[in-house]
């Protein structure tokens, strides 16, 4: 079945320690997202990549790194540098061949702070 | 920069009945995509439905339809005949059309439908 995969769905991170959420489609979709999620507010996008080996900040980078070395594959790291991690994290696709801006969503990873 | 405002955070309907969640955004483009995407309490973002700005017949997906009044900057959603598994966050979502998809999401709507 084609889809997108988010590991682990449940994450917890010690202070000052980076920790990485890994997003994986097989979809051969081209474009990849980061988004989190706070209650009571939407999505934000944190960083997105629409090819293999580049990719550009979204409205809330500061304190997340992530690298696109394969097309399949989007994973995100939450450095020490992000002082409140706690929060709902999605990673969506999309392919401009089929459907442009239609994004397709993971089940999504939950990430506290112990 | 483009702003998606839902107004409404929580709304309730009973089963088989009809709702309407309000959307409003701010843009100075003149083609745009929008959407609204329903997150059920699994949390899966599941696309409700999709509008393209240029098109001015009003989509719709089965029981869901939209109200696209663009001059207005207003594209709400109509939920029929409501069932039980409605109940979900929905958000409303806009994308310029050369952003690669980029979405700005509303804050979103909690529709709680009873029996």
């Known amino acids: 079945d084609g889809g997108i995969t988010q590991s682990p769905k449940y994450l917890f991170r010690k202070e000052g320690q980076n920790v990485t959420l890994s997003c994986e489609q097989n979809?051969?979709?081209?474009?990849m997202y980061w988004y989190r999620q706070d209650p009571g507010q939407g999505l934000r996008l944190i960083y997105y990549s629409q090819i293999v080996n580049d990719f550009q900040k979204g409205d809330i980078a500061e304190g997340y790194s992530v690298s696109r070395e394969k097309k399949e594959s989007f994973p995100l790291t939450v450095t020490s540098a992000q002082k409140n991690p706690t929060a709902f994290y999605l990673c969506?696709?999309?392919?401009?061949?089929?459907?442009?801006?239609?994004?397709?969503f993971g089940a999504g990873t939950r990430l506290s702070v112990l | 920069a483009q702003t998606v405002t839902q107004s409404q955070p929580e709304m309730s309907v009973q089963e088989a009945e009809t709702v309407t969640l309000s959307c409003t955004y701010d843009t100075s483009e003149s083609n745009y995509y929008l959407f609204w995407y329903k997150q059920p309490p699994s949390r899966q973002m599941i696309l409700v439905i999709r509008q393209e700005a240029y098109k001015q017949q009003n989509a719709t997906e089965n029981r869901f339809s939209v109200n696209f009044q663009k001059a207005a900057k207003s594209f709400s959603l109509k939920i029929s005949d409501s069932q039980l598994g409605d109940t979900a966050m929905y958000f409303c979502?806009?994308?310029?059309?050369?952003?690669?998809?980029?979405?700005?999401f509303g804050a979103g709507t909690q529709v709680v439908v009873t029996p």
């Open positions: 979809l051969n979709h081209d474009a």
């Open positions: 979502a806009f994308s310029t059309t050369d952003s690669w998809g980029k979405l700005q």
């Open positions: 969506a696709s999309s392919s401009a061949a089929v459907a442009k801006n239609i994004q397709y």
